[in-house]
């Protein structure tokens, strides 16, 4: 039950960030980011990259890992990197975002998969979701759609993935295929999770703050 409630209250709690505070005053994610890339990055190494290697052939689970990378890389190409924070508001936009709907969808859904089995990644998930659902949120509703295209675009992405949850548990699924997605979701979290990290400060230069909340999300993944 909590891989499908926990992805749902982070979006909720990043959406309503944006309605109760946006307008007081500007929000500053770069450190959030920062914490939640390095605490994705060390749970996904920590938990799901021993688990994976130990049930399925060593070459095979590298090669869906780099699949994964590549889908990002793809879905980022029509989402303009929104997975990672990367996501700029134009005037001009009048239409519904459609690439970008669907691009944070397929990733949503697949983010779901490994959540039934690992307390720890659905922590990190809901940790990287709550900034990403602050950023879509304002440039939602900075654009010019109607309130009924955005609230089906934020429905849509908050159930997709409780949805892959739901799938990776209801369908007749066999475990190697399990840890065959779980090896994609990998690929695509170390692909988010270090562009996060290299993207979350100005000119790409480490810093104080940012150093000592890698540090602290490093630490916490361990210890949980």
């Known amino acids: 039950m909590i891989s499908f409630l926990a992805p749902i209250l982070a979006v909720l709690f990043g959406v309503s960030i944006v ?3 946006s ?12 914490f939640s890339g ?32 590549l889908l990002q890389i793809l879905l980022e190409f029509y989402s303009k990197g929104a997975e990672h924070g990367h996501l700029h508001h134009h005037e001009s936009n009048t239409r519904f975002p459609w690439f970008l709907f669907v691009s944070l969808g397929v990733h949503a859904f697949f983010e779901g998969f490994p959540l039934k089995d690992h307390n720890t990644i659905i922590i990190g998930v809901v940790i990287h979701k709550i900034p990403i659902a602050v950023l879509i949120t304002t440039y939602l509703i900075k654009s010019k759609l109607s309130k009924i295209q955005i609230i089906c675009f934020l429905v849509v992405f908050t159930l997709m993935t409780p ?8 369908l007749s699924i066999s ?40 540090i602290s999300a490093v630490i916490l993944a361990y210890f949980i």
């Open 175 to 214: 475990p190697t295929l399990i840890y065959s997605i779980n090896a994609i979701v990998i690929g695509m979290f170390l692909h988010i999770s270090t562009i996060i990290l290299f993207e979350s400060s100005e000119g790409h230069h480490f810093n104080l703050n940012k150093i000592l909340m890698i």
């Open 23 to 34: 307008k007081s005053k500007p929000l500053n994610l770069k450190l959030f980011l920062a």
């Open 38 to 69: 390095a605490f994705l990055l060390s749970t996904t190494i920590f938990e799901l990259l021993p688990e994976v290697y130990s049930h399925v052939e060593t070459k095979l689970i590298g090669v869906f890992i780099m699949g994964g990378i």
């Open 163 to 170: 949805l892959g949850s739901v799938a990776s548990e209801v």
């Open 19 to 21: 309605l109760l505070y």
